[in-house]
């Protein structure tokens, strides 16, 4: 995904579901919710994700992950017992993964960042494409050459993951059909990650509590996820205080297509969380409007600020202005208030955003707040985004 650096667009029109057994017999069903949970040991609690879901019974775990992308809403169920502990009865059909994962493959940047959240980056034997890794431990890994490069998402190399028989490969949900029936097959287990289908930030987020179960580490990420959950309640209900809300826009123009998120994309609420006038914030839908840059023009003339350009890495409003002159006539361009997610950059082009900052959500509204309205945090310094000069 960070590969792209375009936010919505190519998010929307990529990716997969796995095809993994799913448990649908109402016996199976009834057996999930009847069954009395372990009160004992630690557990997560999903509030904001609706993704995916985490049951807990004795002596095993139930990892339920919803498919987003079909009518039909259908549940794939895995089973999660620890290493060493036989399968238990009535569950011979559903997907097993034994935990903690200690062989697992990722198949976007942002895996990655779930797993460096929770210290764990040291059971990452391949990922989809080297040049798209921030992380630095990885990157020296790769460098040894201890690490796999195992094809896109939508084209996986089944013969090279299978040789490596990972505990675990995750990939990414999308609209397209499975890639991975092979895969399942030679019993390599699949989860998909649809994190970036949640319409609010605390929700993406909360996938790190899905990574969790799986490399039981359930109670750091309670603690790491309540931090970052109470910090940005903290900034939203400071932000909430503002009366001035500044009109903004967002995206750029991508082959006369302006894509700007709608009001249940999660970027859309980070703006309103942060106490922006953002114009497409009443339309109640998820993903992404695409727009012509004609209906977009009398929006950027009056917006003070001009945000997410798709992460192209531009440094001047010079460089910006060679791409399109028109976008000369912009409010936010002539007032010097253009800012892009492209601070964290390494010498290999991948960007941290697509890495680490849907784990951050905090750190991430702070940006805005700061960017929106200075004043409300005159010691914070920007981490994602940059200002074009």
Request: hydrophobic share 40%; net charge negative; glycine share 6%.
């Amino acid at each position: 995904m960070k590969g792209l650096y375009v936010f919505s667009a190519a998010l929307l029109t990529t990716g997969i579901f796995t095809g993994c057994q799913t448990e649908k017999s109402s016996e199976s069903r009834e057996r999930i919710v009847s069954e009395e949970a372990v009160i004992s040991g630690t557990q997560v609690e999903i509030k904001y994700a609706k993704g995916f879901d985490v049951a807990y019974f004795p002596g095993y775990r139930i990892l339920s992950v919803t498919n987003p992308f079909e009518e039909s809403a259908d549940t794939v169920n895995y089973l999660l017992v620890d290493k060493g502990n036989p399968r238990p009865a009535g569950f011979e059909k559903m997907t097993l993964i034994e935990t903690p994962v200690q062989k697992m493959i990722a198949m976007s940047s942002m895996h990655i960042g779930l797993l460096d959240f929770l210290d764990a980056t040291s059971v990452l034997i391949g990922v989809d494409n080297l040049n798209y890794i921030y992380n630095e431990e990885v990157i020296r890994v790769a460098e040894q050459g201890k690490m796999a490069e195992v094809g896109r998402n939508m084209a996986p190399d089944h013969e090279k993951i299978i040789s490596l028989q990972p505990d675990l490969l995750m990939g990414v949900g999308g609209t397209g059909p499975s890639q991975y029936h092979l895969l399942e097959s030679a019993g390599i287990p699949v989860v998909i990650n649809s994190e970036w289908v949640e319409t609010t930030p605390l929700a993406k987020a909360e996938w790190s509590k899905l990574m969790a179960v799986l490399l039981n580490k359930e109670a750091l990420v309670n603690e790491r996820f309540a931090e970052i959950e109470n910090e940005y309640i903290r900034l939203k209900a400071l932000a909430d205080q503002v009366v001035e809300k500044p009109k903004i826009l967002t995206g750029i123009n991508l082959k006369d297509v302006w894509y700007m998120p709608n009001g249940q994309n999660y970027m859309a609420v980070f703006l309103k969380d942060a106490g922006a006038d953002y114009p497409l914030a009443g339309k109640l839908e998820r993903g992404s409007s695409a727009m012509s840059f004609e209906t977009v023009y009398p929006i950027a003339m009056d917006a003070v600020c001009w945000l997410n350009l798709g992460g192209m890495n531009l440094n001047t409003r010079s460089e910006l202005a060679a791409q399109d002159k028109r976008y000369a006539d912009f409010k936010a361009f002539k007032e010097n208030r253009i800012f892009d997610y492209t601070k964290r950059i390494n010498r290999q082009g991948a960007n941290d955003f697509w890495e680490s900052a849907g784990i951050r959500p905090d750190i991430v509204l702070a940006d805005m707040i700061k960017i929106l309205h200075p004043g409300l945090l005159p010691e914070h310094q920007l981490y994602y985004y940059k200002q074009l000069n």
